[in-house]
């Protein structure tokens, strides 16, 4: 994925803007980019485990009835 970034010119004006890939991050820049979606991930993932093991415990009451 490439990113499009405008360089500060000399004079203080904003340059054309030009495609960055990410290759070109700095190692700092691509792991806080990684931790945020794995934080992501972890939330979709308790969210999910949540459902799931509501689903459980209410089937269980219905199978105990």
């Given at each position: 994925?490439?990113?499009v970034r405008r360089k500060r010119l000399?004079d203080g004006t904003l340059g054309e ?49």
């Amino acid at each position: 994925m490439a990113f499009v970034r405008r360089k500060r010119l000399s004079d203080g004006t904003l340059g054309e803007l030009e495609k960055v890939s990410e290759n070109s991050l700095t190692n700092e820049e691509r792991l806080e980019k990684e931790n945020k979606m794995l934080k992501a991930q972890i939330s979709a993932l308790i969210e999910q485990q949540d459902f799931t093991n509501d689903l459980i415990a209410e089937l269980a009451t219905k199978v105990y009835q």
